[in-house]
Each structure stands twice: as C-alpha cells, then as structure tokens.
C-alpha cells in the first residue's frame, strides 16, 4: 500500500474501534439507548445514566483499546527483533515474567504500592525474556525454539503463581478473574496509570522506526549498515517489554493480541516499518474493544474475561494464516 492508502487503512480501523467504543457505552447489564448515550455525553448529569458512561463503560473502553495497542505494538517489536513469526509476549515468557512478580509482591509484601508494579513487571518480563532468547540463540534459533523456550519459561512460572495462589485463601477468587485478563471495573485512574507506558512504547517503535526496521535484515547486514548490535538489541528488547508492564497490572495477560495484530496488520501491505507499526497498534485496540464489548455482553449480567475472549478471536485468525501458508520464518507475512 502507498503511504495514502495506510493512512486510509489506519483511519478506517481506528474508526471502527470508536464504533466498537461507543457500542461498549451501549450495552450492560443496564442497556442504554445512543440517544441517551449522546446526551451524556455532550451534558454529563450525574444521574445514573451519566454515571454508568462516565465512570464505568468510557474509561474501561479507553483502558481495553490503549492495552490493545500496546500490547499489539509489543508483539510487533519482538517478532521484528527476532525474525521470528511465533513471538508475541505471551510466548516469548513475558507476559508471564511480568505477571509472577507482581502476584508475589501483592501476596507476600502488600506493603509495596501498586504504582511499583509496572517496574516489577518491567524487570520480570526482561528476566523471562533474556532466558527465553538465550534458549534460542539469542532470538536467532528456529521459531519452533523460540515457542518452546517461551512455553517453558511461561509454564515454570505459570507453576510459581499457581503455588502463590493456593496460598492467598479468599483473595484467590479475584487472582484468577485478573490472571484470566479483563478490564471489570476499570476507572479513569487505571487508565492514566496504563497510558504512560503505552505510550511510551508506541511512540518509541514509531521513533525508531529505522533501526526496528534494520532488525528485519540478518544480523550480519544490519551490523554492515552501521547498526550496533549490542547497543540496539538490549534497547528495543526493553521497547518491548515497555507496555507489557503497564498492561499487565491493570488488566493481567491477555492471549493473542501481541500474536495475531501485527500478522493480520502485514497482510494488508503497508509501505514501511513506521505504517506496520501504526496498523498493529490500530488493529490491536479494536481487537481488544472489541473482545471487551463482547466479554460483558454474552452473559448478562455475568462477564467473561477478556483474555478468552482475545484468544477465542486470535487463535482463529493465526491457525488460518498458518494453514494457509502465510507464514515464514522471517516473521513476515505473505
């Protein structure tokens, strides 16, 4: 695609994600008309409508599209960095170092304030990531090592949360509906505790666009074109991890977005490491909305967590991108 029609691309998507949005302030175990939800909108009141929209369903919609595009922005950077198709957080170990730390922390030192979280999970998701790389040559290995590194170190430490868990006694409950991924109760506060990092991540890739794009090449080519290794790897790796550590608090793992947004963003061909990054991110935050609309609206007045809901509509969508031969090992999609 020419730079106009990615940007055509990337308007069209995010507009469908503010439909997707705007649906979300719709429906509820209270539903609301759009013509009561304009309204609120445009003179909040203080009613119940007005706090429904304004305190429960905005932020949370907010706070599931800026998770969506971090953390498609995240998968994105790791399947670039390791030329490998298979990497996303959620497979590389990440998503699992940053979520271990963070449940012992909040079990054995409740003491720590939720704002250090972030950190804790930005050094975990770096620890199970170097591991995961180590086992696989440095990112370097075939993609069925890399999988298999990831899935080791995930389920070592899926094992030690297990462990936490059996000891919280009732605070168990709420563990594992977070665990699960979701945005239940999320409010104005937990999103503006997530966006710094999103941000931050987004922005980053976007920033350094070329030298992300450098890392499609081999090692040896990039090394010719004046890229330092040693400098840049350790530095987009920890880009990566970046809105991994923001997400993770508010709203646990969630499956697939990392995986399957940047694949289906490729698809469409857009000219440009910059255009891929902004379609991912694009793509991740209505997958995300989406999954969310749908998370508490399939069983009133019940809600399903967000993290089956993303890997019910991600898992899909990569098996038929695999079967149909879309797939290389280069991490690119054909």
Known sequence: M?????????????????LALMLGLLVGAKPLSI???????????????????????????????AG?????????????????????????GVTAGAVAPIVCCFVFVPLISPGY?????????????????????????R?????????????????ITTYVLLLTGPQSASLLFWLSGGFQGRTWSHLFYMLPWTIAGVAGAL?????????????????????????WKPLIL??????????????????????????????????GTGWEIGLSAALGALIVTAADVMARSIAIPRELPVGIITALIGGPVFIYLVQRGRLNLAGETR
């Open 2 to 18: 020419s730079p106009r029609q990615s940007s055509l691309a990337i308007g069209l998507i995010v507009a469908v994600a503010m």
């Open 35 to 65: 013509e009561t939800v304009i309204a609120v909108l445009l003179a909040p009141d203080g009613k119940i409508e007005s706090i429904l929209v304004w305190t429960l369903r905005l932020p949370r919609s907010l706070t599931a599209a």
């Open 68 to 92: 969506g595009a971090g953390l498609a922005v995240s998968g994105y950077v790791l399947q670039t960095l390791t030329r490998n198709p298979l990497a996303d957080p959620g497979i590389t």
């Open 117 to 141: 979280y972030p950190f804790i999970g930005l050094a975990g998701g770096l620890a199970a990531a170097s591991v995961t790389f180590w086992v696989s040559r440095g990112g370097q290995g």
């Open 143 to 159: 993609p069925l090592q890399l999988a298999l590194g990831g899935v080791s170190i995930s389920l070592f430490l899926g094992a």
């Open 207 to 231: 920033a350094l666009r070329r030298v992300i794009g450098m890392f499609k090449l081999s090692d040896h080519a990039a090394a010719a074109m004046g890229l330092q290794l040693g400098l």
């Open 238 to 271: 920890i880009l990566a991890v970046i809105p991994v550590a923001g997400v993770a608090p508010v709203a646990g793992p969630v499956a697939f977005v990392g995986l399957a947004a940047p694949h289906i963003a490729r698809l469409l061909k857009p000219r």
